[in-house]
């Protein structure tokens, strides 16, 4: 048999308001952690070159590699820093996972000399991967 609750008259339901507080900061909370981990993965010391030429990007693809190389020759995956062996080893480990044609990106400092640039592209090449990108600000091209 179903029970039938009795309710007084005076009394009506209510939903238990810090309970839904409680859901809503966590919501907030994981939305905004959330929509600062791409962020992680630039470095804000690198200061990028001008390309007046360059195409906008217009997807990024999520399974990108991006490699920060500071003007100081540092190298850093992921806002964590890294050397080439290390570098070599992640990107194999990346390839395994997603298949060969992964995009890396690059991302230099203007001033920073070409020789670390060509060592974090030997430890790519030592990967076999090909989709190598280099990032640039692009500015507009009347000023």
Do not use: C
């Not at 791409?38 to 195409?55: C, F, M, R, T, Y």
């Amino acid at each position: 048999m179903a029970r039938k609750s009795k309710r007084k008259e005076g009394e009506e339901a209510s939903v238990p308001l810090s309970a839904m507080m409680d859901i809503v900061f966590l919501l907030i909370i994981f939305f905004v952690v959330t929509a600062a981990i791409d962020k992680e993965i630039e470095d804000e010391q690198v200061s990028l070159a001008n390309a007046p030429h360059g195409k906008p990007l217009t997807k990024k693809d999520p399974r990108s590699f991006t490699i920060n190389v500071r003007n100081d020759g540092t190298i850093n995956v992921g806002m964590m820093p890294a050397n080439l062996k290390q570098i070599t080893a992640q990107l194999n480990s990346a390839a395994s996972k997603w298949g060969n044609d992964i995009p890396i990106i690059i991302r230099g400092d203007r001033n920073v000399q070409h020789e670390y640039i060509k060592n974090v592209m030997q430890a790519i090449t030592e990967t076999r991967l090909y989709r190598v990108k280099f990032n640039a600000v692009i500015m507009d091209k009347e000023k």
